[in-house]
């Protein structure tokens, strides 16, 4: 890729400028617009609406700018910028390449919609609160875009500890109840360790060479021996696997997005989540020079555990954010196995296929950045019209919630992979990536892929059955309570919000050909080669051959829409129009209430039954003589009783004998450093 | 080897022993007065060098140590004592007589420890290295055997004192610039000890720290 940079160097002075700004200029507008949007938020604290009704909008505005930015980077060369900020001998590096622009249109396309919804969802909140967490959700913002342009590691791991520490606020927003902020400290605590790894991912490839040699550039030039290469990318896999949520990193996801408020849980799934993505990618190809077929089958593996391992546990919660997190860590499963795949094809040269499975892969993650946190900012409207998370204590919302109900069906349809929506696009061309790989030159590799193939469909299907459960138990059926008779509709912001993150979901669905068309520069610049014009015409998505596949979104619902209008009209051709209205069939029962409905927990039932090695599974079922019956059901991970404990078990040993040398006395404290000090001199 | 290096020796001695009657010293209003009588000690040896070496800053400095430490420090520190009614005696936590025994021999082994840097050093101030090492360790001890936190605070202070007369004796000074940042730093250390000090005392009743031991973790 370092030919790819210079061969577009050359063009630099003829690219397209409008009036001498570059998009990295913009971009760098756009951040500090966020930043100062933020701080303005807190100084309005007395004027709660205002915040709402202004501030979120202004940065929603700024997010779609911001987008634009990007998709006009897709096309142009790599900008960097050097600040007057920073250490000594190591200002501050930007850079906006094509990968960077693509990950900036995912964040501003993405964040445009969960700030709109942000401006109803917040607006009843008491101000003092409000102006704080304005104030963190644009640092958060400003804190991921800065992740994306950073050009050396010291402005990488400050956006990045920013994006950390500002997200960690986010979850902690109500504070005040216990669970919440261990929910914040495990997130913490996990983004840390990763955090170090990243560090010394950085370090490695730095190789004592001096402060100066902290610049990806230097880093690009530095030609690391397999062996370190392999340390670097095992560190990298670590860190951001830490943040993305991968096997068996994955703890603080499910306890962190339940406990933060919903337009932020969108934010850190649909969004955050893939900085560690761009991470890994960052790292691997373009960071090293080279990579090894064997990191591409590690990753592989660890997607392909993630990705099952997500879906069970999504499919057995009783919590819709919960449910939603566990489907994020299946999401990143898929996520790593494109790019575990990638690294396999790319090492083994058949970069056409590497394309496809990058493509698929990045295409993947812009998806996911739209229905995830649709879904997302869905389950908060939700929240705001019910204050129940319980799946259990919900149900029939579809008729008091007519809006959030049909912008969260799309979502759905999206998730689960249905055509002619975005979710069926992605995994498409990841299945073909996996069917057209035979005749690699690793007989196990080959004789393996079509297995995972195999687990993947398995996923996709479990994560359909999935959504199934959450939209079928959410807003189909009957009440489950009383009080959901009173619930309300979306507001106007959340609606804009959810329908803009919607209409992405159709856009990118029934476009994919332009898509993949925009994602070329990003494959060019990471693997040295693009999927082309090889998608053939406008309307038929072929990514190898018309006579082995070929998709056209467009054809796909015209049939469907013909098809439900030749049904509709043959229904009113035939009917003879004889109505008779009788009661139900209610199976020779007849007192049936709404608590008869199939619930989460029995939905979820034969998965449980099925997937059961994997769970740690604790039930406390009535007798049949029980006056007051109680039922009581939790289904936990085995990973938390056989890692984290022991770790943690450990640690606390560790700890208490450093504990020894606490007294709380400041004289022996003193006299510690006076015997170092002493010691030192002496000896030294 | 003139008059000058001469009356350098003398402020060193006189400093070392001020570190000494410091160390020995049982109540607070003295320590203070002690305190800037060593600042006028030091303020009057960074003059006499900078007369010697007619370096120009060292007279800033000099000056500068003569404001700070003899008039502002020390004034804030009565100002701080009479808020706080704290004039009563200085509690050690070692008896007075065994600290200076330590003192002396923390004096032989600064000197010992300095021998070789001494034989190094050029010009006008060889050997006064020694005694503002022992100055330094000294303010250490005092911390360290000291049971109210002003006494730490002036003890904090004093050894910076022994910092500065190791560098302007020593090396002539360090560039103003990084002078003006100590003096800066120091001034704020002690508003923001002043401040902790009311803060200690709201929450324990007393400038005693033995009552933050309570604040360790179980």
Known sequence: MRSWDNLQGGEKATRMDIAGVLPLDMAGTIIVLWLALGVLGLTLRGKPHLIANAIFPAGA??????????????????????????????????????????????????????????????????????????????????????VLLADDAYMFMVAWETMALSSYFLVTTDHRIPDIRKAGYLYLLVAHVGAIAILL?????????????????????????????????????????????????????????????????????????????????????????????????????LGLLTAVFGVIFAAVQGDMKRLLAYSSIENIGLLLVGIGL????????????????????????????FFKSLLFTGTGAILHATGERNMGRLGGLIRKMPWAASLML??????????????????????????????????????????????IALSAALAAYVMVKFYGIVFLGQPREPALEQAHDAGIWERAGMGWLALGCVVLGLAPVFVIRQLDPVTQMLIGHGLGNSAGGWLFLTPVDTERASYSP????????????????????????RLRRGPA???????????????AEGFGQPIRRIFEPFFRIEREAPSAFDTHPHYHGRSDDRIWLFLYLPIKRITETLSSWVSVLQHGRIHLYLSYTFATLIVLLAFM | MSYTVQFINLLAAILLLISFAMLSQRRILSLINLFAW????????????????????????????????????????????????VRWDVETLINIPATMLAGIALVIFAFNLAAPISQLAEGITRGLIGIALASVLLSLLMMLTRRKAVTQVVGFLAMENGL????????????????????????????????????????????DITHMEKLKDD
């Open chain 1, 61 to 146: 505005v700024a997010s779609l700018a911001l987008a634009a930015i990007g998709l006009w980077a897709l096309g142009a060369a790599a900008d960097v910028a050097i600040l007057p900020l920073g250490l000594p001998d190591l200002p501050l590096h930007l850079r906006l390449d094509p990968l960077s622009a693509f990950f900036l249109v995912l964040l501003g396309g993405a964040s445009f919609g969960v700030s709109l919804f942000g401006a109803g969802y917040f607006r009843s909140m008491p101000g003092k609160t409000l102006g704080l967490l304005c104030l963190e959700y644009h640092l958060f913002l400003a804190g991921m875009a800065l």
């Open chain 1, 201 to 301: 991912g950085f370090g490695v490839m730095q190789g004592g060479q001096g402060i100066g040699a902290y610049t990806f550039d230097a880093m690009r030039d530095a030609h690391l021996s397999a062996f370190w290469s392999s340390v670097v990318f095992l560190l990298a896999l670590f860190g951001f696997g830490a943040k993305a949520g991968l096997l068996p990193l994955h703890v603080w996801l499910p306890e962190a997005h339940p406990a933060a408020p919903s337009p932020v849980s969108a934010l850190m799934s649909g969004i955050m989540l893939k900085t560690a993505i761009y991470g890994i990618l960052r790292f691997t190809f373009d960071l090293l020079d080279m990579q090894q077929w064997w990191w591409g089958v590690l990753a592989l593996a």
């Open chain 1, 342 to 369: 990638t690294i396999i094809f790319h090492v083994y040269g058949k970069d056409a296929l590497a394309a496809l499975s990058l493509t698929a892969m990045l295409y993947h993650s812009l998806n996911h950045a």
């Open chain 1, 410 to 455: 799309i979502g759905v349809l999206a998730i689960a992979g249905l055509p002619p929506f975005n979710g069926f696009v992605s995994e498409w061309l990841l299945l073909q990536a996996f069917l057209l790989s035979p005749g690699l030159p690793n007989s196990y590799i080959n004789m393996l892929i079509p297995v995972v193939a195999a687990v």
């Open chain 1, 554 to 577: 467009v054809y796909f619902l015209l049939a469907v829409l013909g098809v439900m209008l030749a049904t509709a009209l043959a229904v009113r051709r035939f009917y003879h129009g």
């Open chain 1, 585 to 599: 069939w209610d199976c020779g029962f007849p007192e049936q209430t709404a608590r008869m409905q199939d619930t």
């Open chain 2, 38 to 85: 060593q600042g006028l000690v030091l303020s009057v040896s960074t003059f006499v060098v900078a007369y010697s070496t007619a370096q120009q800053h060292l007279y800033f400095s000099a000056a500068l140590t003569l404001l700070l430490k003899v008039l502002v420090l020390p004034w804030l520190l009565h100002r701080l004592i009479r808020k706080l009614n």
């Open chain 2, 164 to 207: 500065f007369f190791a560098a302007t004796s020593a090396t002539h000074g360090m560039p103003l610039v990084v002078e003006l940042g100590i003096a800066l730093d120091v001034l704020v250390a002690t508003f923001i000890f002043g401040i902790f000090f009311f803060q200690i005392r709201e929450t324990f009743d007393s400038l």
